[in-house]
């Protein structure tokens, strides 16, 4: 038996995965000690190895095969477009992508004028404006504290993901436009799937067995 190959995001989603994954059986201790410099983590009696790589990279590791399986947000997924399946919404890290800024953006957006728009998700915000809103604005790339820019007057707007809200507000920024709903989702290399069909399904339905997944859990391999 080959090893299947987990990419997960590293981070909160890494270990919101990990708990997920213990569950239903799917246990890596090496994982879990904090301190540890390796890369690779493997489970020899499942034949299972992990990697935690960067967010933004894990949907290129799946994409080439690098790894089978992916865990990541829905953001990364959007924005980097990468050819792969998604097949699960794994229900946490749940925020949503929006359009913010000051109140007083929020005419200036209504009536279409041509506005900066300040975003670590330049793919997102094009999509977005160009194609669903038809609207002409110009998008500038950040890497971070996106909150920045309506408050230092590099852009009028920014489209970034809010959780609690609470950095929009202590900011004095707003909520003006909904994109949508993200999440953490389960991807995976399409020949995987065709190779590894049994091993990833049957993870797959014994995730949707899980209480929390049971109702509205989705297994489009089915
Ligand atoms: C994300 C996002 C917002 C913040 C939203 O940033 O870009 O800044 O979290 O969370 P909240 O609504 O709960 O306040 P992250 O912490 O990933 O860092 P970054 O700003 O450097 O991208």
Redesign the pocket.
């Known amino acids: 038996m080959r090893y299947l190959t987990f990419a997960l995001a590293k981070g909160r989603l890494a270990k919101k995965t990990l708990a997920l994954f213990e569950q239903i059986g799917i246990t890596c201790e090496e994982m879990k000690d904090e301190k540890t410099r390796k890369l690779i983590f493997v489970n020899e009696e499942l034949k299972l190895k992990f990697f935690l790589a960067k967010a933004t990279d894990v949907p290129t590791y799946v994409e080439y095969g690098a790894a089978d399986i992916g865990v990541v947000g829905k953001d990364t997924l959007l924005e980097e477009n990468r050819n792969l399946y998604e097949m699960m919404d794994l229900g946490f890290g749940k925020c949503r992508m929006c359009v913010c800024g000051p109140e007083e953006a929020k005419e200036r957006l209504k009536h279409n004028e041509l506005l900066r728009v300040a975003t ?1 998700y330049p793919a997102i915000a094009k999509d977005y404006f160009y194609n669903e809103k038809m609207q002409t604005v110009e998008i500038i790339k950040l890497n ?4 920045l820019a309506p408050i230092v007057g590099l852009a009028e707007v920014i489209v ?9 507000r202590e900011n004095g920024l707003a909520v003006l436009e909904e994109i949508c709903p993200l999440s953490a989702r389960m991807v995976v290399n399409q020949v995987s799937l065709k190779m590894e069909q049994k091993r990833i399904r049957d993870l797959i339905h014994a995730l949707c067995e899980l209480p929390r997944y049971k109702n509205d859990g989705k297994d489009v391999t089915a």
């Open positions: 670590k971070g504290s996106v909150e970034d993901i809010v959780e609690t809200g609470s950095t929009l």
